[in-house]
């Protein structure tokens, strides 16, 4: 069974940062693909960022240049770097992959306010 547990969200100024991790177990991160989804109130889910098993990386055009995935193969962990952080990104922050079945996260929340 796939086990995904995110953490680092929380309050943050307007132009901050923050750090998020998501934790994996069940599953070899190092052959597949990550990815962070993120849902804000009243939004519908939102594909942030995807890092392929090779390292590619995919972002969506409203966080380009201001947010990094990267991954740990060896600590089975995916993150997610967030600078710059603006009101348009509050939301539930979500982990996800997809191994014969989706597996999410509970997901941590991310408050943008001054």
């Known amino acids: 069974q796939v086990l995904l547990v995110e953490s680092g969200g929380g309050l943050v100024q307007p132009g901050g940062s923050l750090r998020l991790s998501c934790a994996g177990s069940g599953v070899i991160f190092r052959i597949i693909d990550l990815n962070w989804y993120r849902q804000g109130p009243g939004k519908e889910r939102e594909l942030v960022a995807s890092?392929?098993?090779?390292?590619?990386?995919n972002y969506a055009d409203s966080v380009k240049g201001r947010f990094t995935i990267s991954r740990d193969n060896a600590k089975n962990t995916v993150y997610l770097q967030m600078n710059s952080l603006n009101p348009d990104d509050p939301a539930v922050y979500s982990c996800?992959?997809?191994?014969?079945?989706?597996?999410w996260g509970q997901g941590t929340p991310v408050i943008v306010s001054s």
């Open positions: 996800h992959v997809f191994v014969l079945t989706h597996s």
């Open positions: 890092i392929s098993s090779g390292g590619r990386t």
